[in-house]
């Protein structure tokens, strides 16, 4: 399989990130040679394997309800870009431009 | 105090400390004073300065009082992707440029309670994603024999903090080989646990189901000690093992004799440096004379594990990485018109070529149409890797294989090819895609002097057999700290 430009524009709105014309043009290049390299997988038959999603013989964990402290608030909000009182702030989300 | 004085294991620390020659506090100075003489290295993202002298101080106190926890003296770095409660935790991206953390990683804490000072934060190639530590927002790391080579990576800065003498140990994290080839590279030990051995809370995720933390030190016996302070249960990560941690240094000083030792014959094919070949093999002389049995095994599914890791760690860190979006903590762009805009920009402007190039693969692997093909496929080949590890560890008890084709490469000669670069984590990668503990060893140096590593792979939770391989091969070695 291989991608074209127009597939790296999509990927990207996807991921939330946007690229130069040129950048575009570099990611379509080197995601397919990663891809055509990542192909040979289709060598091999796994029709009848299962897929692996954790390594270590881990069952579900599962702990008791109890209320534990957690990050205070201020703390949590140190990091805050901008803030209201005890929110994040953000741009508007719907409205005029 | 000089570079050399501060290349020293821990040892030799509570040799001297027990004699009365020195004192924590003088021995982190030496260390301060170390990192600012190597500086033009750019092994150090931030180094903590008077906090770890007032830290230092106290476990002179401690010791005084009798008090002192198993690594009073020990002078630990970080790597810039765990955090260190009230300092910078940038992951070598400018998109966490500013951020602090709020709380300490459960190994932090765990070294902290053992007595460890900390010393600073270590350059890293971006969020974890490189193999030279060329793809850090604040510099790349230089190897310490020679500014032209790369010292490895992603966790470059702590392989040059323990191998330049600017830390007792350093603290990296392994998605991929990120311990275990800046060793190789830069002749130091590198230990990779087992997964799910160490807490991961604290630790910015790259790929979940990859990620482990693990120490650089001059000696076998000094990662083990780290290792000992570090691993078990932690209620903070529910993917820590509840697996008993066994004493790991009582591993150290067994002989090897009747141990069955597997050469996985795929590791041993072409594109190998003739140099790094015959020195692996001095090391399977040596375990042979002294009695192990050496067998040849087969991974059969070898040639397929870098392009399955490309497929599952991309897939995973697109996903972890969507975190980053500016509303919360990190890079904010400013002026966005609206959320969306926000999103796009602070993302966009915050993350760096290699980062974006890996969201990039692992969105596309899980979008839809080509997930199957994709992600399911690298889940089912993960698990055919995996068994062959299972099948090869129903013969023998250890693997010994080289830890890299290849000894340090030059700067640029990679970083340009993305695929030749994911290339030279080849001999590395199978473990996390099996979840098995390795660790990487000095093993001589090619004609240029530079350092070669061996490695050695355990099954999961047998930390303590490729420990005792280890610290026979160092004992072995003509020379060693």
């Not at chain 1, 309800?65 to 929110?87: H, I, K, Q, W, Y």
């Not at chain 2, 004799?257 to 072409?270: C, F, I, N, T």
């Amino acid at each position: 399989m291989s991608v074209t430009l127009k597939d790296v524009e999509h990927i990207a709105t996807l991921a939330r990130l946007s690229f130069s014309d040129e950048e575009k043009r570099q990611f379509t290049d080197q995601l397919n040679t990663i891809l055509s390299y990542i192909d040979q997988l289709n060598t091999l038959d796994t029709s009848s394997v299962a897929p692996l999603a954790q390594v270590i013989d881990t069952e579900n964990v599962l702990r008791n309800d109890v209320v534990v402290p957690g990050l205070p608030t201020e703390r949590a909000l140190a990091n805050a870009p901008a803030r209201t009182e005890e929110f994040f702030k953000v741009p508007k989300v719907i409205g005029e431009k | 105090m000089s570079a050399s004085v501060t290349h020293r294991s821990f040892d030799r620390i509570r040799q001297d400390l027990d004699a009365g020659s020195t004192t924590v506090e003088e021995i982190t100075a030496g260390y301060l004073a170390a990192a600012e003489e190597r500086s033009s290295l750019n092994a150090f993202i931030s180094l903590f300065g008077h906090e770890a002298m007032d830290q230092a101080r106290q476990v002179d106190r401690k010791r005084k009082a009798g008090a002192a926890g198993p690594l009073a003296g020990m002078v630990v770095s970080i790597k810039d992707a765990i955090s260190v409660a009230g300092h910078r935790l940038t992951c070598g991206s400018r998109i966490l440029e500013n951020f602090v953390s709020p709380y300490d990683a459960t190994v932090v804490a765990r070294l902290k309670a053992a007595d460890a000072v900390i010393l600073g934060k270590t350059n890293l190639d971006e969020f974890a994603m490189g193999s030279s530590t060329e793809h850090s927002a604040f510099g790349r790391v230089k190897h310490p024999q020679d500014p032209d080579l790369v010292p490895g990576g992603s966790s470059g800065g702590s392989a040059v903090a323990v191998a330049a003498g600017l830390s007792t140990a350093s603290l990296g994290s392994d998605t991929g080989g990120s311990i275990r080839q800046p060793a190789a590279f830069t002749g130091i030990v590198g230990l990779k646990p087992t997964y799910g051995r160490v807490s991961r809370y604290g630790l910015v995720a790259f790929a979940s189901s990859f990620d482990t933390i693990g120490p650089f030190a001059l000696t076998v016996a000094d990662a083990a000690r780290v290792l000992q302070a570090m691993a078990g249960r932690d209620v903070c990560d529910s993917t820590s093992s509840s697996t008993p941690v066994p004493d790991l240094l009582s591993a150290i000083g067994q002989p090897v004799r009747g141990l069955r030792v597997g050469l996985p014959k795929e590791y041993y094919a072409e594109g190998l440096q003739p140099e790094v070949r015959a020195a692996v093999q001095r090391q399977v002389d040596l375990l042979r004379d002294a009695g192990a049995v050496i067998a040849e095994v087969s991974l059969p599914h070898s040639a397929f594990t870098i392009a399955a890791y490309y497929i599952l760690a991309t897939a995973e860190a697109s996903s972890n990485l969507a975190r980053y979006d500016g509303a919360r903590y990190g890079y904010r762009a400013k002026d966005a018109h609206d959320l969306s805009e926000m999103y796009l920009r602070s993302r966009s402007e915050g993350f760096g070529a290699e980062v974006k190039r890996r969201i990039m693969l692992g969105t596309y692997v899980l979008s839809a149409g080509y997930y199957e093909a994709y992600y399911g496929k690298g889940q089912r080949v993960r698990r055919l890797i995996k068994e062959d590890f299972d099948k090869a560890f129903a013969q023998v008890d250890c693997l010994v294989t080289p830890t890299t084709p290849s000894t340090a490469f030059k700067a640029g000669e990679k970083s340009g090819d993305p695929l030749q670069m994911y290339l030279s984590d080849i001999y590395t990668v199978s473990a996390n895609l099996a979840g098995i503990p390795g660790i990487s060893l000095p093993c001589g140096t090619d004609g240029a002097g530079h350092p070669i590593g061996v490695q050695l792979l355990g099954r999961q939770f047998d930390e303590p057999t490729i420990l005792r391989v280890a610290a026979f091969l160092e004992a072995a070695a003509p020379s060693h700290t």
